[in-house]
């Protein structure tokens, strides 16, 4: 089946230093790809839609200067939290696309638990 | 914003039971999908209905969906301890597929 890592699983870091977060695709190709956030006993809520070779759309209320996301490739999505502060430690969740031949399918990753100190 | 909401919130049962959970949602949809997620961990897909279909079945689980009533709903039969998870509904609305979550109903099977 579809597999989606994400990479690191959890990072503990300074308020004012960025953290970059990276989503793969491991067996299939993805045009686009998905960043979300969930806090603690909370829905996921989508921050940005990346697709490969063009920029990203961001969601309302979503600071693109902040959370930069870049897809390079198409089993590749990056998320980068730039001068992250305390408010930003949450669960950040990536998903990879599949449609067409009759399916329409986000593959999520595993997740990457961020804590800004 | 959150498309849907989730009843109940939480639910808890014992091994054998069937767990029903309810999703509605505010707007038309292309589609809608649930999935189950672990305490701290990713989400895993279980089941995607389409517009026009009305049910759709996956081994233990069975998926409604009314769009008259903007709402679907996911059974889960002969629960198991393992099936302890979040379950999230998610619709979506545009030709991207983006994802509009369901607040989410925590299941809770004891043996």
């Known amino acids: 089946g579809a597999v989606v890592s994400q990479h690191p699983s959890r990072v503990i870091c300074k308020s004012g230093t960025s953290v970059k977060i990276e989503c793969r695709s491991l067996d299939f190709q993805a045009t686009t790809m998905f960043w979300y956030r969930q806090f603690p006993k909370q829905s996921l809520m989508l921050m940005a839609t990346s697709n490969e070779g063009s920029k990203a759309t961001y969601e309302q209320g979503v600071e693109k200067d902040k959370f930069l996301i870049n897809h390079a490739s198409l089993t590749l999505s990056t998320l980068t939290v730039t001068s992250a502060h305390p408010e930003d430690s949450s669960f950040y969740i990536c998903s990879a696309r599949v449609s067409g031949g009759g399916t329409d399918t986000q593959y999520f990753g595993p997740g990457t638990r961020l804590t800004v100190l | 914003s959150q498309q849907g909401e989730e009843d109940p919130q939480a639910l808890s049962i014992q091994e054998g039971e069937n767990a029903t959970m309810n999703c509605s949602y505010k707007t038309s949809i292309n589609n809608l999908q649930w999935y189950r997620q672990n305490s701290g961990r990713g989400l895993v897909h279980l089941i995607l209905?389409?517009?026009?279909?009305r049910e759709k079945h996956s081994g233990r689980l069975r998926v409604t969906l009314d769009t008259s009533k903007k709402s679907s709903s996911l059974l889960i039969t002969a629960s198991r301890a393992a099936d302890t998870a979040s379950y999230f509904c998610a619709s979506t609305t545009d030709s991207w597929g983006k994802l509009q979550f369901g607040a989410g109903t925590q299941v809770v099977v004891t043996p």
């Open positions: 209905i389409r517009s026009n279909e």
